[in-house]
């Protein structure tokens, strides 16, 4: 299947809540996501001619149920919205981890609304594709936040509260910082490790991390390295879930020690990341690396600069 009537585009894995934003801040990645491609067929409905792993064979765990797969989901919105006659095939191929917390979900989603856009007599600006790659995000999540599906969409580090939804602001980002994720192989289910959250917090703990996140919103505005070290912290969602991720105190303390300005789990893991100036950068990957093996996981890790690119349509 790859013929010239079929279009791809790529959507990067993501970082969900950068530990100081839950549901609110996200940040795209280089060298990993997911690919789809899409064409037009005289029949109508969406349908899923096969979904493929990197090895290149057939997904062993995901569905070609076009009503339960986030990409088939959010092209099937968008090609509703814009009354297009006939409906869609896609081949869907995965680059992201399931259950990683690297906004696996997220990816397909975005690839297929944007590979579908481009079929479009009258393609919608990149911005309007939110409301329905998010229509596929709530497949998985269940779930109604942006923080991977936006920055997987545009790129960057981006500020997208539901409240503000289907606003999302792109903020600024420092020059000379890089962010670093690690995957162990492990799996947590995002869906249920939201479940399990405490439903209420105290006055304390809320100014606590209110102010952890103004405070890391203004050395992102400011360049101010030392307010980014000193804000880029949870202290709310980050104490109930690090005990399903068995290496996080580890690789944690193994990045903060090689220089890394904060760290915590990408989305609810089992995924971490870090932050830290570009020159080490290798440095600090190499050391959560090390400390994830200490502790009998197997890894991969990946360094992108912090304006990492969105999603885009790959031409053959």
């Not at 993501?14 to 795209?28: E, K």
Request: hydrophobic share 45%; proline share 5%.
């Amino acid at each position: 299947m790859t013929g010239n009537d079929f279009v791809t585009a790529f959507a990067p894995a993501s970082i969900g809540n950068v530990a100081v934003g839950f549901d609110m801040l996200g940040l795209a990645i280089c060298g990993i996501g997911d690919r789809v491609s899409v064409r037009r067929i005289d029949t109508e409905g969406v349908r899923i001619a096969e979904v493929r792993g990197l090895d290149g064979e057939i997904h062993p765990l995901l569905t070609r149920n076009s009503d339960e797969n986030t990409a088939s989901v959010a092209a099937a919105s968008l090609w509703k919205h814009a009354q297009e006659p006939g409906g869609l095939e896609l081949v869907i191929r995965k680059g992201v981890p399931l259950q990683s917390g690297m906004g696996s979900s997220s990816a397909s989603a975005v690839a297929g609304v944007l590979a579908t856009n481009a079929l479009l007599k009258t393609p919608l600006a990149v911005e309007e594709l939110l409301p329905f790659a998010l229509e596929g995000e709530k497949v998985a999540s269940r779930a109604l936040h942006a923080d991977n599906v936006a920055p997987c969409l545009i790129g960057g580090l981006v500020l997208c509260p539901s409240v503000l939804l289907p606003r999302m602001v792109k903020l600024p980002t420092p020059a000379g910082l890089s962010s670093v994720v690690l995957h162990p192989e492990l799996l947590v289910d995002t869906a249920e490790s939201r479940k399990k959250l405490a439903r209420g917090y105290t006055m304390d703990q809320w100014l606590t991390q209110q102010g952890y996140l103004a405070g890391f919103m203004a050395g992102i505005a400011a360049n101010d390295i030392d307010l980014i070290r000193e804000s880029l912290r949870d202290v709310t969602i980050e104490p109930q879930r690090l005990s399903a991720v068995p290496c996080f105190v580890a690789v944690k303390e193994a990045a903060l020690k090689a220089g890394a300005l904060g760290s915590s789990l990408s989305g609810s893991g089992p995924s971490l990341f870090a932050l830290c100036e570009n020159g080490i950068a290798a440095e600090v990957a190499v050391a959560m690396e090390q400390a994830c093996r200490n502790c009998g996981y197997e890894c991969q890790s990946w360094v992108s600069p912090l304006d990492a690119p969105g999603a885009q349509i790959e031409v053959t």
